[in-house]
């Protein structure tokens, strides 16, 4: 039986990349704010973790935060687009 404090035999496991929780962590908040700064970030940490995916866990996360690095990247294009053609508005009204 485990007392207080001591170490359970799940602590003892394979850790988790911190990369790869980086990645994924700049990819998801890149959704809302920041978008062109989060994006490469996420993108490089999740390249990096994916190296590293022999030696560490955490491959899937690395690969959700490349995507989601890349999804940022195009929504910043897409609303530098929007942004550069005038903006968007709803005409209503005759």
Do not use: E, H
């Amino acid at each position: 039986m485990a007392s207080y404090g001591s170490r359970s035999a799940a602590s003892t496991g394979s850790r988790t990349n911190g990369l790869a929780i980086a990645s994924l962590c700049c990819g998801v908040i890149g959704l809302f704010i920041l978008n062109i700064v989060l994006g490469p970030l996420a993108i490089i940490f999740g390249a990096i973790a994916l190296r590293q995916a022999a030696a560490r866990n955490g491959a899937g996360m690395a690969k959700a935060g490349v995507v989601l690095g890349i999804v940022d990247v195009v929504l910043w294009i897409v609303l530098l687009a929007v942004a550069a053609n005038g903006g968007y508005g709803w005409y209503v009204g005759g």
